[in-house]
């Protein structure tokens, strides 16, 4: 597996997903090696963890240095040409390597002992470890993209490593939508796997609320407070909803990455662990979600496993497609249409409920990880069989 | 439920709540808040546009030179040629630059398919090898 990041401790989306993958995989009986590189700061890249052979539980784990830590300021310049729209095969490069992780090392084990492993999941199709690494290994190669609709997400190199894999495992029907409309057609045997989501029933977190001292009917924010998931728009949001309907508060459970706003209203809990988390989405009118970029959105599947609604920016159409597919969400396109569903969500606990118990249904008839790993189970077998042999 | 094609996700098929009128009494109710006005449309990923495009519009007047340009009578001398030109380099200008436009597009369609059909030859490449290895 190759995975730009990996570690208990890491709670990235697409880096949880891979090493619960990679833990059920090898409790499935598969021999399991992690590549991945020394950093644990996505920003920076910077090599933080120890070079080397490493063990985590059942999964043997190689780390590789990074090249150099990402300069933002010229990530930023690299990146003009992709914003401006033109850009040519050489600005594609430049853009990646800027972007990191660039682990030439890794690429190197990867040319040198590819053939020892019978299949190669590659998570993440924006980084340089999967568009440089894959096509080295292409005839083993199964990506597991996590695409999200971003300017970085548009090279050809990508569409060149999404094409040459052996088999696709996408997270949502939305996700390999967004990979036709920049792509063009994925001619590669793929399936939409997504992740199993594991919401304990032994009533876990069922204080949570009271300890934390909420009182008051709640929107749930869970995640990472930060800019680029939608924290601003959710804020004015809120905050012009609650000059008319002053019902519920705004609720953050995650670390804040941004500025606050002081408002007696909002309450900012910082980071919180999982039985409590459910415990705080159970008790929720809805779990808020402003993220335009998701690929799968956990923490709506999470939150849709607990019984309680969601509330989702229409500009995410994996977001809008879990409300629909669920009927347990509504989706907003601006601040009145949020405030609107808000309150017909404060107005209709009985529907409330019972979107909770369609979400409830939808996530357990999908999202199971028996589920989930038959179809990794049958992507290896796939492309094990296919493989050029050493 | 019904029976799931492999690797795809499915919705529930019996709902308790009818989500579609409920959203689209959210949007009704939101669209008096706003008097009347309609949402704004979330924008589409932009796509890759032809480099050559940043060439393909042309300009009558000369590019800028380094120098302070002219000055006092040479300048009005050299606004008066522009304007008694301009019926006629103007429309002229506008057709070259609309020709490289196309050009330009022609080029970056061509550029994409040369793309799609290394990256095809590069699989293909790939089968051949396999294919050889098992012989």
Redesign the interface.
């Known amino acids: 597996m190759v995975v730009v990041r990996f570690g208990e401790r890491l709670t990235g989306g697409a880096e949880l997903h891979a090493r619960q993958v990679a833990l059920r995989l090898a409790a499935a009986g598969h021999e399991v090696t992690v590549l991945t590189t020394c950093a644990e700061d996505y920003v920076s890249w910077a090599d933080q963890l120890p070079a080397g052979e490493h063990r985590d539980g059942s999964l043997r784990v190689l780390r590789f240095p990074v090249l150099a830590e990402r300069d933002l300021a010229r990530w930023e310049a690299a990146m003009q040409?992709i914003?401006r729209?033109?850009?040519?095969d050489a600005d594609e490069e430049a853009l990646l390597r800027e972007q990191g992780p660039d682990s030439p090392t890794l690429i190197e084990h990867l040319r040198e002992q590819g053939t020892v492993y019978d299949a190669v999941i590659f998570f993440t199709l924006l980084y340089a470890p999967t568009v440089f690494g894959l096509?080295v290994v292409?005839?083993r190669a199964i990506l597991v993209p996590t695409l999200h609709?971003?300017?970085a997400a548009?090279l050809?190199l990508q569409?060149?490593a999404l094409?040459?894999a052996r088999f696709v495992l996408w997270n949502?029907?939305e996700e390999r939508a967004l990979a036709e409309?920049?792509y063009?057609a994925v001619d590669v045997p793929?399936?939409?796997?997504?992740v199993g989501i594991d919401v304990a029933t032994d009533g876990a977190g069922r204080e949570a609320p009271a300890s934390f001292g909420l009182e008051r009917p709640y929107l749930l924010y869970a995640g990472r407070v930060d800019p680029d998931k939608g924290c601003g728009e959710l804020f004015d949001a809120f905050l012009a909803w609650s000059a008319r309907d002053t019902r519920a508060d705004l609720v953050l459970a995650g670390r804040a990455w941004m500025d606050v706003p002081s408002h007696p209203r909002i309450r900012h809990l910082g980071f919180v662990d999982q039985a409590d988390l459910h415990g705080l989405m159970r008790s929720a009118v809805a779990t808020v979600i402003p993220s335009?970029n998701e690929s799968l959105s956990m923490a709506a599947l999470e939150s849709l496993a607990c019984g309680t609604p969601i509330l989702v920016t229409?500009?995410s159409p994996v977001l809008s497609g879990h409300?629909?597919?669920?009927?347990?969400?509504?989706?907003?396109?601006?601040a009145?249409?949020f405030?609107?569903?808000a309150s017909?969500l404060l107005d209709r606990p009985d529907?409330r409920h019972?979107?909770g118990?369609?979400g409830s249904?939808?996530v357990a008839?999908?999202f199971r990880w028996d589920r989930v790993m038959a179809?990794y189970g049958d992507a290896i077998d796939r492309v094990s069989h296919?493989a050029?042999?050493a | 439920?019904p029976e799931?094609p492999?690797?795809?996700?499915?919705?529930?098929d019996d709902?308790?709540?009818d989500?579609q009128a409920?959203?689209a009494?959210?949007?009704t109710?939101?669209?008096r808040?706003?008097g009347g006005e309609p949402?704004?449309?979330?924008t589409?990923?932009?796509?890759?546009?032809?480099?050559l495009?940043?060439t393909a519009d042309i300009t009558p007047y000369p590019a800028p030179s380094g120098g302070g340009g002219p000055g006092g009578a040479a300048l009005a001398v050299q606004r008066s040629v522009r304007r008694a030109l301009r019926w006629y380099l103007w429309p002229v200008t506008a057709r070259v630059g609309s020709h490289n436009r196309a050009v330009a597009e022609v080029v970056e369609t061509q550029r994409r398919e040369l793309?799609?059909m290394?990256?095809?030859a590069?699989?293909l490449a790939?089968e051949t090898?396999?294919l050889d290895?098992r012989l």
């Open positions: 040409p914003l729209g033109r850009w040519s096509p292409w005839d609709d971003e300017p548009m050809d569409a060149r094409g040459l949502t029907p409309r920049l063009g793929q399936a939409v796997a997504g335009r229409a500009e409300a629909r597919r669920s009927s347990a969400g509504l989706a907003y396109r601006d009145a249409e405030g609107v569903a017909l529907e019972a979107m118990r369609d249904r939808y008839a999908n179809l296919l050029l042999s | 439920m799931r492999a690797g795809e996700l499915l919705g529930i709902p308790e709540v989500l409920l959203q009494e959210v949007r109710l939101a669209r808040l706003r949402a704004a449309d979330g589409l990923p932009r796509r890759r546009e032809p480099v495009l940043d793309s799609a290394r990256r095809e590069e699989r790939g090898t396999l290895r």
